[in-house]
């Protein structure tokens, strides 16, 4: 089924790159480019490529400062990490140059895809409700990308481009922690079954893959949700008990990652064409914020950057009311840059299964499989 898949792929591919992308009368060009899959970003901050630098938000939920960048891009771009985040090294894998966010100006090219995640965002539009780009406006701003595409290259064109690219989300988890810390999406929350609320983010995300089924993507790479009850921040959640997880809260991840699993492989048999990978990066985090030294890092729960205990205070720069923090010297001993986002070295442990890992971490294929890269 995989070989089957690759020869559509690239059949697919070489007709859009020979008619379109690439002059007709530039036959070098053609077999470099025919590989070159679009990539379209969609989710929140563990994506967010500079989005958030653009809209009218609070410091706290932007990343565009020092010492975020510091190891990779040697200045801040947006991302909430000291360097790459896992599409810039997936797009790396698949030979394509780093995604753009789509709110950067003058951005008009999206040929080879572009990033609508943000710092933040959630399903729900309640979440972080207008200090963020929610998953329904960035499926909005999806929808304007495919229309200027389809008036530059035609809908047939437009179409085939689009089902040759590779979705990729990141989203869910501030769903879940933002009542934690806004008293107006606690009320919200609270007004819900548990069952209910994890449905309506659910049937949130279901909408938008199926919107985007509708436009031509047949191709989805989804990341789980981590074991967000015991990320660093959330282990000074709790008065008295600083150190443990938020039990409730990590639960809550695992019945949406078991939904979310359904509900891909339902569509899978539904939608004709639609294919999924599906990273466990619940399982993958876990076992490094429990056991960092056996994948090379000497801190789990510690943070790189931030105050407090475990520096998991999220003051990372020093823009909240107090400017003080620490900052480690070398990030790359992290897992956790800030109390809330994975360093560039964790990020690239995590892409890497993502991309080519075995079944134990990514299915029921990898991306590389999805992409069809050869
Ligand atoms: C939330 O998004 C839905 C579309 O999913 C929209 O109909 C609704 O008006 C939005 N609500 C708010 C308060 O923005
Ligand atoms: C949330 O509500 C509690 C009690 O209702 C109040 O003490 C607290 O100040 C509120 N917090 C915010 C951020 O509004
Ligand atoms: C999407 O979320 C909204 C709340 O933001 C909810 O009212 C709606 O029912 C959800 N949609 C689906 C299909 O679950
Ligand atoms: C998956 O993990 C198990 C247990 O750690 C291991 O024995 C097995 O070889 C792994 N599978 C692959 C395909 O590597």
Same mark, same amino acid.
């Given at each position: 089924?995989?070989?089957?898949?690759?020869?559509?792929?690239?059949?697919?591919?070489?007709?859009?790159?020979?008619?379109?992308?690439?002059?007709?009368?530039?036959?070098?060009?053609?077999?470099?480019?025919?590989?070159?899959?679009?990539?379209?970003?969609?989710?929140?901050?563990?994506?967010?490529?500079?989005?958030?630098?653009?809209?009218?938000?609070?410091?706290?939920?932007?990343?565009?400062?020092?010492?975020?960048?510091?190891?990779?891009? #040697?200045?801040?771009? #947006?991302?909430?990490?000291?360097?790459?985040?896992?599409?810039?090294?997936?797009?790396?894998?698949?030979?394509?140059?780093?995604?753009?966010?789509?709110?950067?100006?003058?951005?008009?090219?999206?040929?080879?895809?572009?990033?609508?995640?943000?710092?933040?965002?959630?399903?729900?539009?309640?979440?972080?409700?207008?200090?963020?780009?929610?998953?329904?406006?960035?499926?909005?701003?999806?929808?304007?990308?495919?229309?200027?595409?389809?008036?530059?290259?035609?809908?047939?064109?437009?179409?085939?481009?689009?089902?040759?690219?590779?979705?990729?989300?990141?989203?869910?988890s501030?769903?879940?922690?933002?009542?934690?810390?806004?008293?107006?999406?606690?009320?919200?929350?609270?007004?819900?079954?548990?069952?209910?609320?994890?449905?309506?983010?659910?049937?949130?995300?279901?909408?938008?893959?199926?919107?985007?089924?509708?436009?031509?993507?047949?191709?989805?790479?989804?990341l789980s949700l981590g074991p967000i009850?015991c990320?660093?921040?959330?282990?000074?959640?709790?008065?008295?008990?600083?150190?443990?997880?938020?039990?409730?809260?990590t639960?809550?991840a695992q019945?949406h990652n078991k939904?979310?699993l359904?509900?891909?492989?339902?569509?899978?048999?539904?939608?004709?064409?639609?294919?999924?990978?599906y990273f466990d990066f619940y399982t993958s985090m876990s076992e490094?914020l429990?056991?960092?030294?056996?994948?090379?890092?000497?801190?789990?729960?510690?943070?790189?950057?931030?105050?407090?205990?475990?520096?998991?205070?999220?003051?990372?720069?020093?823009?909240?009311?107090?400017?003080?923090?620490?900052?480690?010297?070398?990030?790359?001993?992290?897992?956790?840059?800030?109390?809330?986002?994975?360093?560039?070295?964790?990020?690239?442990?995590?892409?890497?299964?993502?991309?080519?890992?075995?079944?134990?971490f990514?299915?029921?294929?990898?991306?590389?499989?999805?992409?069809?890269?050869?």
């Open positions: 089924m995989a070989t089957t898949l690759r020869l559509c792929c690239i059949f697919v591919l070489a007709f859009y790159a020979a008619s379109l992308v690439i002059p007709s009368n530039c036959v070098g060009h053609f077999f470099l480019q025919k590989e070159h899959k679009p990539l379209f970003v969609f989710g929140d901050s563990l994506f967010d490529a500079g989005n958030n630098n653009y809209i009218n938000t609070p410091k706290t939920a932007q990343a565009n400062f020092w010492p975020y960048g510091e190891t990779y891009f #040697g200045y801040p771009t #947006g991302r909430y990490t000291d360097g790459r985040q896992v599409p810039d090294f997936i797009a790396e894998y698949a030979k394509l140059p780093l995604i753009p966010p789509y709110l950067q100006p003058g951005l008009n090219n999206y040929v080879y895809g572009v990033n609508f995640a943000s710092g933040g965002a959630g399903a729900l539009n309640e979440t972080h409700q207008a200090l963020v780009i929610d998953l329904q406006t960035q499926l909005s701003y999806f929808k304007n990308v495919e229309k200027q595409l389809r008036q530059k290259l035609g809908y047939a064109q437009a179409k085939k481009l689009l089902s040759s690219a590779v979705y990729l989300f990141s989203i869910g501030n769903d879940y922690i933002a009542p934690l810390q806004f008293n107006i999406s606690k009320e919200f929350f609270e007004s819900y079954s548990q069952e209910e609320f994890i449905g309506m983010v659910i049937g949130n995300i279901t909408h938008v893959v199926k919107e985007i089924y509708k436009k031509g993507g047949r191709k989805f790479g989804f009850g990320h660093p921040a959330l282990l000074l959640f709790q008065p008295g008990k600083i150190g443990s997880c938020l039990d409730e809260l639960e809550m019945i939904e979310i359904k509900v891909l492989h339902t569509l899978q048999i539904k939608l004709n064409g639609l294919r999924y990978s490094r429990n056991n960092p030294t056996k994948y090379g890092f000497k801190e789990g729960k510690k943070v790189c950057c931030g105050r407090g205990p475990y520096r998991a205070i999220n003051n990372c720069g020093g823009k909240g009311p107090e400017k003080e923090y620490e900052l480690c010297d070398n990030p790359s001993d992290y897992v956790f840059f800030d109390g809330g986002h994975p360093t560039e070295r964790t990020n690239q442990q995590f892409s890497k299964l993502m991309w080519s890992g075995n079944s134990n990514t299915w029921p294929c990898n991306i590389q499989e999805l992409c069809g890269t050869l």
